[in-house]
């Protein structure tokens, strides 16, 4: 049986628990989550464009510069300030919540 989203899940709760087991910073678990992230790809949700344009809004955030988007998502977490980093782990967390 293939799970809707399985690869997208699976990805999003290591996202999760990157965000969440750790002690660091908010932006350094953000760097952290941002390899499972980048890991999905618009492609996986062409069937549901609600979760698409979700999906689409969180690289926004992380990354604006598409050109080179890991190092790009990279720099921009690092340098954001923790209210911007929090929203964005908020919207990670939503996100994988709306993927079961």
Do not use: W
Not at 14 to 32: C, F
Not at 68 to 84: D, L, R
């Amino acid at each position: 049986m293939d799970v809707k989203y399985s690869n997208a899940r699976a990805q999003f709760f290591s996202a999760v628990r990157a965000l969440a087991t750790s002690a660091d910073s908010i932006q350094n678990r953000l760097i952290e989550a941002n390899d499972s992230i980048l890991a999905v790809t618009l492609d996986e949700f062409e069937g549901d464009p609600e979760l698409k344009i979700k999906f689409a809004r969180i690289l926004d955030l992380l990354a604006v510069d598409r050109d080179e988007i890991e190092v790009a998502a990279v720099e921009n977490t690092a340098h954001m300030s923790e209210i911007e980093a929090t929203k964005i782990a908020e919207l990670i967390c939503e996100f994988f919540y709306e993927l079961g």
